[in-house]
């Protein structure tokens, strides 16, 4: 079963104004990730957050993570057009002897010029 | 740079043919996996091979059968195809499988 679910499903926003997607999910992890898919393409690893982590930055891309609440966000300030994409959450198990990545459904993004 | 390359990228299938779909990476890493995607679903994994000589089912193996052939190519076939397995199969490589992981373009399968 999918592990993580992001919320809003679809989101649609003017460029410039920020835009947030949150994701949940279900069991302890190890790290928790967050991939771009633009349409008709393969997945681009965005940023990853540790489980021993609350807050990560890269360029306008912030990532919050609570362990408590099995959650996450993702944050893209000053949105524009390109960033239009869908955005998946993705965790990896902790305790299991190999790792994979579990995808939740995502959230597509579009950015009005 | 390549990274990771999957061929082919479109096919058409006909129910009951078989294929395989190819996988390789340059970057050296350990693990390879191979996922479908669906409308509405995500990504599931189907297959994966956490270090060279070994493989795993996924989430959803029903109906799939792979190969790590290498360090560097990791193959997934359908026997006798059916048209539950329309769908966009992704490989992915990533160096422990802890990390990031790095995406192939895809490969757009129907099966008629």
């Not at chain 1, 967050?34 to 690893?45: D, E, I, M, T």
């Not at chain 1, 940023?47 to 362990?67: M, Q």
């Not at chain 1, 959650?71 to 198990?93: G, K, N, P, Q």
Request: with cysteine; net charge positive.
């Amino acid at each position: 079963s999918q592990q993580g679910e992001e919320d809003p499903q679809a989101l649609s926003i003017q460029e410039g104004e920020n835009a947030t997607m949150n994701c949940s999910y279900k069991t302890s992890i190890n790290n928790l990730q967050w991939y771009r898919q633009n349409s008709g393409r393969g997945l681009v690893h965005l940023i990853l957050i540790r489980s021993n982590e609350r807050e990560k930055h890269s360029g306008r891309l912030r990532v919050t993570l609570d362990t408590s609440k099995k959650s996450s966000s993702l944050l893209i300030t000053a949105s524009r057009a390109a960033d239009t994409a869908s955005y998946f959450c993705a965790t990896v198990y902790s305790g299991a002897g190999s790792y994979q990545l579990t995808f939740g459904k995502g959230t597509k993004l579009s950015v009005i010029p | 740079n390549a990274g990771v390359t999957q061929t082919p990228k479109f096919q058409v299938l006909k129910t009951g043919q078989s294929m395989t779909l190819q996988c390789a990476q340059d970057m050296n890493h350990n693990s390879m996996y191979w996922y479908r995607q669906d409308p509405g679903m995500g990504l599931r994994l189907i297959y994966y091979s956490a270090s060279e000589g070994t493989t795993d089912k996924g989430e959803v193996p029903n109906g799939y059968n792979v190969s790590r052939l290498n360090k560097r190519e990791f193959s997934l076939r359908l026997e006798s195809a059916a048209p539950s397995q329309t769908s966009v199969y992704f490989c992915a490589s990533s160096e422990t499988g802890l990390g990031g992981y790095t995406f192939g373009s895809g490969t757009r399968l129907t099966v008629v």
